[in-house]
């Protein structure tokens, strides 16, 4: 009965705070003040008042702990950070972060450590250890307000992307030090302390990762179900980080973060297009709800008598904690943005992460989880008085301060695009007012009122328009932001040929790429740079192609890896082909609207039109080579339109209650089945008859099913990648080569001329270096064969065919009349007779 009790009274606990706590983001939302530092000053008031009133004693049945922190509030936390985190952004960010996250934070250390061990009575070992506890940040609360007020993308991505990677390094700093001054492991413990450090650090951050790409995994096996998928992540969020710390022994915390962004960046895709986005409310409504008890039960945990008895102490703790944040800040990086290809950071950017260096409940966790020994209540009542003055005084404050630094005001790119989406919804309604006033019984007088209120907003945002031009804009300026226009729209519309199955999963990979790396480009050096997909995975397709061509067991395998680039490849090329229609008609739209020059508009428009007709010319050029191919894959196409359509007309009956809701998500989820298996484009072999390819070369016309098979037993097939050489000028030609699949360049070059020419699938070329004549041109000239796009080659050589005819003198015969009959200048007898005496 006790236990019950015990059980009955946590979850009247549990819910009830959920209930203040959604109080209170109802009434910050009103006050606009952040919600946690409103949540942190409640659970003060609630702890205040259990003295008073006896009734809320409730409250008191749930008690902080470390293990409740770091088990049960922080993996949630730390996942669905790292989860929204853009990886991408992080990774341009790096080298500030990791600076900050690792040797920032030893000095901070350091710093705190010295401050304290000469303005207080507290020994230097433990001074330290509550440097290293004082040092981890944590954004919460700072984030929330930057949501707010719309802060830059980076400085967000900065403050955010250091705390996941300090708490970490907190942790194990931390950890090292409590075994030094508190467990006294020595000497043992400080030589190995570096290489404890990254062990626990790099090998969380592996495990991590390594756990979300098996979740990303599972989760696109298990295609379109939500319950599935939703599971698997909380299940990685959790298990990653117990994992870690008590199976592996490295650090939770980078096991979440890294399992957070594998499945937010690379993962991200493979999660159905209708889970993904309960999956984020899912997650949102988590971390709210870890939050609000969190910082509920942090302020419950405040005794302000503790803090007063040691305020002395606490305003050094404040003032070390605040130099220490100003040394690591404005000395570690401008010395980072000095380096070279590192992005500097402006002073304002510096101020904020300098005052937005909150702490919370990193440092609550370790220093609750401390040992008891001399200073255990001294070092809690200080860490509680430095978390609540960062949470009041400078919680409170950064907003103030972003105003004033001029940091709330958005980039110029997404101001043009708030005065786009007023301007688009203002003559939407306009366009829309006329049906409503015909359609009868409305007021007149309203109609017009509305139309001149449009109309005076459309004005408006016009002049917003000319003033930015005037005030912001110039030529390159503009251009810039209609590049990003442009590319974001593109990657817009891929995301959406992926999510109805029209492209796969790696050719949507590689697009964004591209894109990305583009659009970063333009962000952040203002032009376009030359880029390359996947470069490091074409380099190890062609080096794999090689292989195959001198061991011919791996044939097999390098036929399906050879399809499966080129079904990529022609994917793109038709999302190139599409995609860029999209923009030119996306662009041409504003130009209309008066968003942008008309001038400048054409300009990026022109560029589009010549990417559509180079991705015109290879989608005729691939037709041309494959027409079995290209069918197979319009066919493919051709049902998932189909599949989709059903998909739409059995949600919108569902919707309209023309069917039984059972009956409908049964139709519906027998469909996505369907659509999943027609995702992007199936790899089979294009049909490849190398018997038929041997009868259309004129030297084997004449001969019989019969030898031309054994003539096909002969022949090997090679594949190559694009700029790869079939011949090579330096070397002696001696073999006959059936293009089988693709487009190569043959090149002959002499001492009075120089002559190109192509070689289409089913030509061949060297019949004459194969009967022993040498080059098909003379001594003095040199030929080549390059690759023009991937290809597949049939090959003979005259080795070969010498072993075959040394045992079919009737095929011997025959060849050597042909070669006859064809016209060469020597028979085959008279310069190489076919014979073993003859073999060279």
């Not at 996250?101 to 230097?124: E, N, Q």
């Not at 708490?167 to 409590?178: E, F, K, M, R, Y």
């Not at 300026?477 to 029209?502: P, Q």
Request: charged letters at 20%.
């Amino acid at each position: 009965m006790e236990h019950t009790s015990l059980v009955s009274a946590v979850i009247w606990s549990i819910f009830s705070l959920l209930l203040v706590a959604l109080f209170i983001q109802f009434l910050a939302q009103r006050v606009r003040l952040p919600f946690t530092i409103l949540l942190v000053l409640v659970g003060i008031g609630l702890n205040s008042l259990h003295d008073v009133y006896p009734g809320f004693s409730i409250f008191h049945a749930l008690k902080i702990s470390p293990d409740m922190i770091l088990y049960v509030f922080l993996p949630a936390l730390i996942f669905e950070s790292s989860y929204n985190l853009n990886a991408r952004r992080l990774v341009h960010n790096i080298g500030p972060v990791l600076t900050l996250a690792v040797p920032g934070l030893l000095i901070s250390t350091f710093t705190i450590g010295c401050i304290l061990w000469w303005a207080t009575a507290i020994p230097f070992s433990m001074a330290l250890l509550l440097g290293a506890i004082l040092s981890a940040t944590d954004p919460v609360a700072v984030v929330s307000i930057f949501r707010q007020i719309g802060a830059p993308d980076r400085l967000n991505t900065l403050i955010e992307g250091e705390s996941l990677f300090n708490d970490a390094t907190s942790i194990v700093v931390a950890g090292i030090l409590i075994g030094m001054v508190i467990e006294h492991s020595g000497e043992a413990s400080i030589s190995s302390g570096i290489i404890t450090f990254f062990w626990l650090f790099i090998g969380g951050l592996a495990t991590g990762i390594g756990l979300g790409f098996l979740t990303g995994k599972i989760i696109g096996w298990v295609e379109s179900e939500s319950f599935i998928e939703i599971g698997l992540t909380t299940a990685l969020a959790y298990l990653s980080f117990l994992l870690a710390e008590e199976v592996f022994h490295v650090s939770g915390v980078m096991a979440t973060v890294g399992a957070g962004l594998t499945l937010g960046s690379w993962g991200r895709i493979r999660i159905s297009t209708s889970v993904r986005i309960y999956l984020e409310h899912f997650w949102e409504l988590l971390a709210f709800i870890a939050n609000a008890l969190l910082f509920l039960l942090v302020g419950m945990k405040v005794n302000l008598a503790d803090m007063w008895q040691t305020m002395g102490m606490l305003v050094w703790v404040i003032i070390a904690m605040l130099v220490a944040r100003a040394i690591v800040i404005f000395c570690l990086i401008p010395l980072i943005g000095r380096l070279p290809g590192s992005r500097p950071i402006s002073i304002p950017y510096q101020f904020i992460m300098f005052w937005g260096g909150l702490r919370g409940a990193i440092a609550l966790a370790l220093v609750l989880s401390l040992p008891e020994f001399e200073y255990s209540d001294l070092f809690v009542a200080m860490v509680m008085g430095a978390v609540l003055f960062t949470l009041l005084v400078q919680g409170l404050s950064i907003e103030w301060v972003m105003k004033k630094l001029r940091l709330n005001v958005p980039p110029l790119a997404d101001r043009f695009a708030f005065i786009e989406l007023d301007l688009a919804s203002r003559q939407r309604a306009m366009e829309q007012l006329p049906s409503l006033r015909d359609g009868g019984f409305f007021s007149s007088r309203i109609a017009h009122n509305l139309t001149v209120e449009c109309d005076h907003a459309i004005s408006s945002a016009l002049q917003r328009i000319d003033e930015l031009r005037a005030s912001e804009l110039d030529r390159n300026n503009e251009l810039n932001l209609i590049y990003l226009r442009a590319l974001s729209e593109e990657k817009s519309f891929y995301t959406e040929m992926y999510n109805k199955g029209h492209i796969s999963e790696g050719a949507y990979r590689e697009l964004s790429l591209v894109l990305n790396l583009q659009i970063d480009a333009l962000r952040y050096h203002g032009a376009f740079e030359h880029v390359h997909s996947h470069r490091i995975k074409r380099v190890l397709e062609q080096s794999f192609f090689h292989m195959a061509n001198l061991a011919p067991w791996l044939m097999p395998v390098a036929e399906k890896i050879r399809m499966s680039r080129i079904i990529l490849d022609y994917e793109q090329i038709w999302a190139h082909f599409l995609g860029s229609q999209h923009v030119i008609r996306s662009l041409g739209k504003l130009a209309k609207m008066e968003l942008m020059s008309e001038t400048n508009a054409e300009e990026v428009i022109d560029k589009y039109r010549s990417w559509h007709e180079i991705a015109t010319r290879h989608l005729y050029q691939v037709s041309e080579q494959y027409p079995e191919f290209v069918n197979s894959m319009q066919t493919r196409l051709g049902q998932r339109m189909l599949l989709l359509a059903e998909l739409e007309t059995a949600e919108e009956k569902a919707e309209q209650g023309a069917l039984p809701e059972s009956v409908a998500k049964n139709i519906e989820a027998g469909l996505s089945r369907r659509l999943g298996t027609l995702r992007g484009q199936q790899v089979e072999p294009i049909p490849n008859n190398v018997p038929d390819m041997i009868r259309r070369v004129p030297l084997f016309s004449d001969l019989n099913d019969s030898e031309i098979g054994q003539l096909a037993a002969q022949f090997k097939t090679i594949s190559l990648l694009e700029h790869e050489y079939l011949v090579r000028p330096d070397k002696q030609n001696e073999s006959l080569f059936i293009i089988a699949r693709g487009v190569v360049r043959i090149t002959f070059d002499s001492s009075d001329e120089h002559r190109e020419g192509a070689l289409l699938t089913g030509e061949c070329f060297g019949e004459k270096a194969l009967m022993g004549h040498g080059s098909d041109m003379d001594s003095a000239s040199t030929v080549k064969v390059e690759a023009i796009i991937p290809c597949m080659v049939h090959v003979i050589s005259r080795d070969r065919l010498l072993t075959l005819l040394e045992q079919e003198q009737e095929l011997a015969n025959k060849l050597t009349t042909r070669d006859a009959e064809l016209g060469e200048s020597y028979s085959l007898t008279q310069q190489k007779p076919l014979s073993p005496a003859g073999k060279r």
